[in-house]
């Protein structure tokens, strides 16, 4: 007995350096540990002092990112639900990632935009004009962007409150824009100037009340990715980075220098990961999920290696036809989450058993006529108060 027990602690000793050793192990687990609710949630550290000092009065930010696909990529699904309840209760420090990207196909356009989606919109003048930004494909924060080579073509981001600072994220490329502020001057960019692929304009501003900031291309083609804004006073910012229909082989795939440096540019005190749901339609191995979170999971690291980091796994969706359980993929999260040292949430026991509990035949539905995506006013308001409570705040 003693010896069977030490060989696993050999195996998953392994894991941290061995990302083939983890596939095995995360294999091995699916199949025999019992995954717990939660797991860890006493080492959101810098969370908790970051949030009782807000209480306290100190003059700080708690700067949170949320990663994930759709169920994080539409506001009202938790990511948003959840933004309003931590401004409100520990203030606004700024509007958090504002992504210009959009899945732009024909029968459906979406836009990333903000998970305070209510006080900051983006609008385009025309879709038709914005098909080459690439969606779900490039190295920005959101993986996103927004582009085009039509001249005039224009983009207007919309919002209010105080602002004292902002930042413009954009891709290295041949084209010119320019962009302007709330009536104020124009302010020309050579998109090919900086040596970087994702590139940053950083440039103090104040305003208040309503705003908004145009972008209009000028030549060649230009990738306009996001913007943040930031008010100057103690609070939450919330960055939402989703793309819908993702999987975490497109946020792994990325390159990984460009893709931390966006992340830096958010000096995250908490990340949140939540993938799944396009993973299992791919169908992705347990093992290969493992890999991709894992990669992920060091990047983050690589950008901030003190920000606490929350694993959350999906309740299984009401598809009649996955050909992996979700709970596979739940347990390689919890194994990640032990031998990493991180946090991680279990949304299966907070939906239900199975999809019979929640589907829109069960008394109380969770889970959409789409079977795959939580019912706002129902499942997403859920997943909400579950981190809310896995957080502590």
Not at 138 to 147: L, Q, V
Not at 253 to 258: A, L, P, V
Request: charged residues 20%; hydrophobic residues 35%.
């Amino acid at each position: 007995m003693e010896r069977r027990y030490l060989l696993k602690a050999i195996v998953a000793t392994s894991v941290i350096s061995c990302l083939p050793a983890m596939s095995h192990a995360a294999n091995k687990i699916t199949k025999k540990t019992s995954v717990p609710e939660s797991f860890g949630l006493e080492r959101l550290k810098s969370t908790h002092i970051k949030a009782m000092g807000l209480l306290s009065g100190d003059k700080s930010t708690l700067n949170v990112v949320f990663i994930g696909d759709s169920w994080t990529h539409a506001p009202d699904r938790y990511s948003g639900v959840l933004a309003e309840y931590l401004i409100a209760k520990y203030g606004d420090a700024g509007s958090g990632w504002i992504g210009l990207g959009s899945l732009n196909k024909p029968g459906y356009f979406t836009i990333n935009g903000c998970a305070r989606s209510k006080k900051y919109l983006v609008k385009y003048d025309s879709p038709d004009n914005w098909k080459l930004g690439g969606y779900a494909n490039r190295n920005t924060p959101d993986i996103s962007a927004a582009g085009s080579d039509k001249p005039g073509a224009k983009i207007t981001v919309y919002g209010s409150g105080k602002v004292s600072k902002y930042k413009i994220c954009y891709l290295k490329s041949s084209g010119y824009f320019k962009y302007k502020i709330s009536g104020k001057d124009w302010i020309t960019v050579n998109a090919d100037s900086n040596d970087s692929e994702v590139c940053f304009i950083e440039m103090n501003e104040k305003l208040d009340g309503a705003w908004n900031i145009e972008f209009v291309i000028l030549s060649g083609v230009c990738y306009l990715s996001g913007i943040m804004t930031y008010a100057d006073q103690s609070g939450v910012i919330v960055n939402k980075l989703a793309a819908t229909g993702s999987s975490s082989n497109d946020w792994a795939s990325k390159d990984s220098k460009s893709w931390i440096s966006g992340i830096k540019s958010m000096a995250p005190d908490l990340v949140t990961i939540l993938f799944g749901t396009n993973d299992q339609s791919i169908p992705l191995s347990v093992s290969k999920y493992s890999a991709n979170i894992i990669k992920m999971i060091n990047r983050v690291r690589e950008a901030n290696d003190k920000c606490d980091i929350l694993l959350i796994a999906p309740c299984e969706n009401a598809r009649p036809d996955n050909q992996i359980r979700m709970s596979k993929y739940a347990a390689a999260l919890y194994e990640i989450a032990k031998l990493k040292k991180l946090s991680f949430l279990n949304l299966q026991p907070v939906f239900g058993e199975n999809p019979k509990h929640y589907d829109m035949e069960s008394k109380l539905p969770l889970i959409g006529p789409d079977k795959i995506h939580p019912i706002e006013s129902t499942g997403g308001r859920l997943i909400a108060y579950s981190i809310k409570e896995a957080l502590g705040v």
